[in-house]
């Protein structure tokens, strides 16, 4: 090869790669989970919920919105984005939504300064959090609730499968609903074992 042709080759090698790059390129748009859930009455104050720990797996933990394009296959859509990360959105939809279910006072952040108090505690482990290979939003998380003490009052798991309108844009809110699911059943384990205020 001469070395006319050489350089012509490492610069198709280097202009190529860049090119394809910016054939990609396009704005990116951004995503936060959404509290749907009705305001509760007014109520006195009673006891602390805590969302101690919420864990996501890694692969969940992208800035991008995930599709699960097969059982071991996963995309990240390019330019649809989580506004935050998951791990720290979802906690705080959680509590909102908890909030505005029990009229409990709600904390969200797992670090902060302890209520004098006794808390109970949401421990949350998510499974899925994407969109299924069937264009559903797909929700699946083990939980426990425990009480003041550092027992486990009440365990479960909850799975939702949700429909996505408007594409890969729609999934946060389909994923919102799942949230709310979610919420619901805690709502409902800890007005079951919770003392009243």
């Known amino acids: 090869m001469t070395p006319s042709c ?3 080759a490492v610069a198709g090698a ?3 790669p860049m090119l394809a790059g910016c054939a990609r390129s396009g704005p990116a748009r951004y995503y936060t989970l959404t509290p749907l859930a009705s305001p509760a009455p007014a109520a006195s104050p009673g006891p602390v919920l805590r969302i101690r720990r919420v864990s996501v ?8 919105l995930v599709v699960r394009e ?3 296959r996963l995309r990240y ?3 649809d984005l989580w506004a935050q990360p998951v791990e720290d959105g979802l906690p705080e939809v959680l509590a909102d939504n908890l909030a505005r279910l029990t009229g409990a006072q709600v904390v969200a952040d797992p670090l902060s300064r302890p209520s004098p108090t006794p808390a109970w505690e949401v421990h949350v482990g998510v499974r899925s959090f994407e969109m299924a290979a069937d264009g559903t939003a797909h929700f699946a998380a083990a939980w426990e609730l425990r009480a003041p003490g550092g027992g486990v009052a009440a365990s479960g798991t909850s799975e939702a499968r949700e429909p996505v309108q408007d594409g890969i844009g729609g999934l946060p809110q389909a994923l919102s609903r ?6 619901e059943e805690l709502a409902a384990a800890w007005a079951a074992a919770a003392p009243a205020p």
């Open 6 to 8: 050489l350089r012509a």
């Open 14 to 16: 280097v202009l190529l």
């Open 57 to 64: 797996p890694v692969h969940l933990r992208q800035a991008a």
């Open 70 to 72: 097969s059982p071991t």
């Open 77 to 79: 859509a390019e330019f």
């Open 178 to 183: 799942a949230v709310l699911r979610l919420s």
